[in-house]
């Protein structure tokens, strides 16, 4: 059984997910920097995992290194393509052209 992880560094990831801009995704690596924590990227799929817990986030936005999506979640192809992500193919985001530039 993991660790539990403490709500203040839950709310700061999720303040980072929350600024990803409608039509852009950001990676977890990305996040992970973001917060101060380069080399946590599981971490932040950790947290995500959790996410609807603590309120409602964007966390479709959040894709990995590669633009790869969330096997098995189905409904976060539909979000993104909803707000006009490139598709490389059916799990994949065109990251190159979407990724937020914060």
Not at 27 to 49: E, H, K, W
Request: hydrophobic share 35%.
């Amino acid at each position: 059984m993991g660790r539990m992880l403490d709500e203040d560094l839950i709310y700061e990831i999720l303040s980072v997910v929350e600024e990803i801009p409608e039509g852009r995704v950001a990676t977890y690596g990305q996040i992970a920097r973001l917060t101060g924590r380069d080399r946590n990227a599981r971490l932040v799929g950790r947290v995500l995992g959790m996410a609807e817990f603590y309120g409602e986030y964007p966390c479709h936005r959040v894709v990995n290194h590669a633009g790869r999506l969330v096997p098995g979640w189905k409904e976060q192809a539909y979000l993104l393509c909803r707000e006009g992500v490139p598709m490389k193919d059916d799990s994949h985001v065109d990251i190159k052209s979407c990724r937020w530039e914060c």
